[in-house]
């Protein structure tokens, strides 16, 4: 099982980055989806998710600024983050759900993408 995750780099306040997660050796259309981060000195958040049927939550913190999106076709979630802020560096991790009728949690992660934002 892999998750390869791609995007991350260095970008200036309201800048914009799309994150990307290639995911392979399990059943991709049958798992919710989810990003999350993890900022130096901090908890990892739960940024966004997304179901199998495409319904979507986000943090307090990225509503109207990230948009989470999934191609079953091509085994892949998207982050499109716009407006970003310092507060945003971090790297960012996606992770597949278990598949129903498993726990609500996460299974697979991947490796992780830093996202960096300068003032």
């Known amino acids: 099982v892999q998750l390869q995750a791609s995007g991350g780099g260095a970008v200036q306040a309201g800048g914009s980055l799309r994150l990307s997660c290639a995911v392979s050796g399990i059943r991709f259309s049958i798992r919710n989806m989810a990003w999350h981060r993890q900022a130096p000195g901090k908890q990892r958040e739960l940024v966004a998710d997304?179901?199998?049927?495409?319904?979507?939550n986000y943090a307090d913190s990225v509503k109207g600024r990230f948009t989470i999106s999934r191609d079953n076709a091509k085994n892949t979630v998207y982050l499109q983050m716009n407006s970003l802020k310092p507060a945003d560096t971090a790297v960012y991790y996606c992770?597949?759900?278990?598949?129903?009728?498993?726990?609500?949690?996460?299974?697979?992660w991947g490796r992780g993408t830093q996202v960096t934002v300068s003032s």
């Open positions: 997304i179901t199998t049927r495409g319904s979507t």
């Open positions: 992770a597949s759900g278990r598949p129903w009728p498993g726990p609500a949690d996460y299974d697979y």
